[in-house]
């Protein structure tokens, strides 16, 4: 095999970009671009695009950020350009990360995403994570040292650097003004550069602007089921998904917990959809128990119960507490089948997770990536590590990033084996220089 770079084409630099072009003479070309650029290209060169991202990350001399891939491109005049796309496969110089899968840490402690931001392509935060798991957590906040949410995001964005994408959810996504929407993105893209932001836009289902309040207040619950929606109201989020796309704004559109949310919400062009998987394993598990014991005792006060744990978990409102047991029963049933809890495609709680890999198979959207997250326990990462292993979602390891808190990564880098092994070195290294 012959190593054909650009360098190879030996072509003559555009006066005045010499030292950008030599951080990309090695960039490797194919065989067959190579033989058609050296009939037609004369002069080689970077787009603006190239100067703006070297500019933006001060990149030391010789190199190329992370987060970016190489393209060429032939201009007029015969000039082939190279052009640093967004890209969080890549690492720097043009080096594709070491798996197709990429990670991500679903955290804003800066403490907590430190040692793990060599290793992670994105970060996605939201109001609770911000406000409830670190600033005003003082286990967390060591010190009280941070005080705003500018200030964690200012420093998680020095910690992680170019190659990682930033996913930061909209204080109040009700907002009616879309100008006072973009004037917060754009003050977190001057934070973060227009590179590395991703605004994160929650689904809002039967939540709206009117009644928000009734969960801030009193029991905190919703007088709306998730079925009882206006329809304007219900798609408030995304509509303003595929305005601040259409504004040249990467969204992460979140707050996925069903498979059929996943169709809708690709039609506003988001750059990540999510698959929720800790709180709906637990709720079917729940609710497959409740079914098991009223097919075993026939004792309706088990439905009875059932209906309370579908109340406490918003699948039912307070004004539901007289719903008849028939009727509870077959919802109870129905949402098990869906799930495919009692079979081998969600006895995993992972059957949205592949559901929307099917669909993403099929979409139109080339750059847009699945966001596993809401891991717990110790079989949610387990599972799906094999689950990406299995032949059917082999093409689709480029299209997934999983998210969880760091720790909850960090504790699958080991096994009970570490402990023995390291027990039989430091023993045998014991005294020794």
Known sequence: MINVNVNSLGLETVRGEESLVERVKNMPVSMEDYKDLSSVAKYVGVTDQFKDVINTFNTPEGETPAGFRRELTLDKDQVLRVDLVRDISYDRNGIERPTNVLFSADSANPYEVEPISPLISNLTCNPGIIYDLFINNPKAN???????????????????????????????????????????????????????????????????????????????????????????????????????????????????????????????????????????????????????????????????????????????????????????????????????????????????????????????????????????GPYNYPDIDKLLAEEEFQDMNKKVVITAEPNYLARFTSTNQVISYQRRFMNAANGQS
């Open 142 to 376: 060591v010190g009280n040292k941070y005080k705003t949410r500018d200030e964690v995001m200012a420093e998680i964005a020095r910690i992680l650097g170019p190659g990682c994408d930033i996913s930061v959810e909209l204080n109040n996504p009700f907002e009616k003004d879309f100008n006072k929407i973009l004037e917060e993105v754009k003050k977190f893209e001057e934070m973060f550069s227009k590179y590395r932001l991703v605004v994160k836009v929650p689904h809002v289902g039967p939540v709206t602007a009117e009644n928000v309040g009734q969960l801030l207040t009193g029991n905190k619950k919703l007088d709306k089921r998730p079925d009882q929606v206006e329809t304007g109201k219900a798609l408030v989020g995304h509509n303003l998904a595929l305005k601040l796309q259409q504004e040249g704004y990467r969204v992460n559109f979140t707050l996925m917990f069903e498979p059929f949310q996943t169709l809708m919400a690709l039609q506003a062009r988001p750059y990540f959809i999510n698959t929720f998987l800790r709180h709906r394993l637990v709720q079917s598990t729940n609710i497959q128990k409740y079914l098991s014991q009223y097919e075993a005792s026939n004792d309706t006060a088990v439905l009875e119960n059932l209906r309370d744990y579908l109340i406490a978990n918003d699948y039912y409102t307070e004004s539901d507490r007289d719903m008849a047991l028939a009727e509870v029963l077959k919802f109870g049933k129905d949402l098990i089948k869906y799930r495919h809890f009692n079979d081998a495609q969600g006895s995993d709680g992972l059957d949205g997770m592949r559901h929307n890999l099917r669909v993403l198979r099929n979409s139109n959207l080339k750059d847009t990536r699945l966001i596993v997250c809401s891991m717990e």
